[in-house]
């Protein structure tokens, strides 16, 4: 399946690009209810998302905050009501974006959105026409929902010189009543501690949740990721002309049913040699 997005001028360029985005979205069973975003390390202007209802009824409320001040950002909390198989862009169609006033502007900062029925989340990177940032060309992230965070994983960006600039977006979860930051300070990133690397990070909490969030600039190629603590992530990353993004940290479970049974392990042994083999029962 795949999110096809043939863009208005807010997410395409007019100086002779053709630009056409695509991303390999995953299937309805791994939607999720909750997703926390960053904003692109770019113009400041704020990003685009566009969501997706699964059922009728949908009722998705977003707010958004400062990455300093942890204060609004966007006014008041929105709230979608959806039906099946509805689109909806936020904060506002591009259209209206384009052709509202010169202080339109997208999310700023840190998006919180929570629905009450799974839902699927796009974030988009504009193009340069859009905060004049730089010749830019747009590109779109599939979000990685609360519920799919991972333990660990590997990721990767590009090694192709044309991208010369790579950002790690991380979003963890924490234990507020714990001062000693055991969970976050476990995360390490490529074998070093993400708070050494950044000491913010212990500091980032999302307001009125147990989020934690960090932007850190990685190098290009493969990169690994683990701790103790869920956390997801996107990696993108920009050249003079091209850019991309992709989920960087998700993991790819059936939330519609529950894993309560450990795998199947079985052993056999030869000369001291040992094979295992283990059987998932479910999910």
Not at 171 to 198: E, N, R, W
Not at 260 to 270: D, H, I, N
Request: proline fraction near 6%; aromatic fraction near 14%.
């Amino acid at each position: 399946r795949y999110w096809r997005d043939w863009s208005s001028d807010v997410c395409s360029s007019d100086l002779g690009g053709r630009d056409h985005i695509n991303e390999m979205i995953p299937p309805t069973s791994q939607w999720g209810k909750s997703y926390v975003t960053l904003e692109i390390m770019r113009g400041g202007k704020g990003d685009l998302y566009r969501a997706v209802a699964l059922q009728d009824g949908t009722n998705i409320f977003w707010s958004s905050y400062d990455f300093k001040s942890g204060t609004r950002t966007n006014g008041p909390t929105g709230v979608l009501n959806m039906k099946a198989g509805e689109v909806r862009s936020i904060p506002k169609s591009p259209e209206e974006v384009v052709t509202g006033p010169a202080n339109a502007k997208g999310v700023i900062g840190i998006g919180v959105f929570k629905a009450n029925k799974p839902f699927l989340l796009m974030h988009e990177s504009c193009s340069a026409n859009w905060d004049g940032s730089g010749d830019y060309d747009p590109f779109t992230i599939y979000c990685v929902a609360a519920e799919q965070y991972t333990k660990g994983t590997i990721f990767q960006s590009p090694l192709n010189s044309r991208y010369t600039n790579h950002f790690f977006s991380l979003i963890a979860i924490g234990d507020t009543a714990d001062p000693s930051m055991k969970l976050l300070k476990s995360i390490k990133l490529d074998g070093k501690f993400v708070y050494v690397i950044t000491p913010s990070f212990l500091g980032n909490r999302i307001p009125g949740t147990n989020f934690y969030y960090v932007r850190i600039p990685v190098s290009s190629g493969a990169h690994t990721i683990y701790g103790d603590t869920p956390f997801g992530g996107e990696i993108y990353g920009f050249g003079q002309f091209d850019s991309y993004g992709w989920p960087a940290a998700t993991a790819f479970k059936q939330l519609s049913l529950y894993d309560t049974l450990p795998p199947v392990l079985t052993r056999t042994e030869a000369c001291g040699d040992f094979d295992f083999f283990g059987t998932e029962i479910r999910n």
